[in-house]
């Protein structure tokens, strides 16, 4: 029992080590069918940190809920590394992804496919510094925050500025290799707070918000659907 106990805390060791390595495919990504109902081949992991950002749950990682198509992986990436320059002091955090082949991803509707990507919002501390969003298993590793129509929540404040910025790279990014954003998902109601920062009239113009209440309200974070072309579905 005690070998046992060594060798997993030596697997699990092991593993965050090789956490922070680069998102890499030898091959391409192949996606089928839609975001919600499809599947993935090839799905690659995103690294559990990075300079200016990290996963949301250590747990989820380990657990596989971080996989996507690999273009996708290249643009989250690829958004990152340009935010550590217009943004330096900013912390980011991403949220669920996908299954590694893809599929059912309770308790999302989407995310079948490598397709959809969650970001949680940034937020600065009452001091005006950046800090990672507290998930852990007593908020729903930060699924159940609520922030109010201002978006605030006790001495944090969402960073709309670091948020619509972080957008904007994910669109230019994206659009390097190839790849479109379809839709952001974020609370209507918080939109609203968007429209005053300096990257809102590229937004505006280029990336479509849905202006729809969705099933969950999307305040804790921002849902990213992308499109790469995709195979039908296999039967």
Known sequence: MVLLRFFMGLTLVVMLLMSSLPAFSAEESICFGETRSGHLSGG???PRTGLNFSAYSDLGWIAGRTYVHSKIAEVVLASYKALQKTIPDATFVYGETGWKSGGSFKPHKTHQNGLSVDFMVPVRNSKGKSVPLPCSVFNKLGYSLE???????????IDFEAMTEHIYWLHKKAAERG?????????????KQLTGTSRWPYLEKYVQFSTRRSWVRHD????????????????
């Open 44 to 46: 690659v992991r995103l």
């Open 220 to 235: 804790e974070h921002y849902h990213v659907d992308f499109i790469v072309k995709c195979r039908a579905n296999q039967s």
């Open 179 to 191: 790849v479109k954003i379809w839709r952001v998902i974020f609370d209507p109601a918080l939109q």
């Open 147 to 157: 922030f109010d129509r201002r978006g605030r929540m006790d001495d944090l404040q």
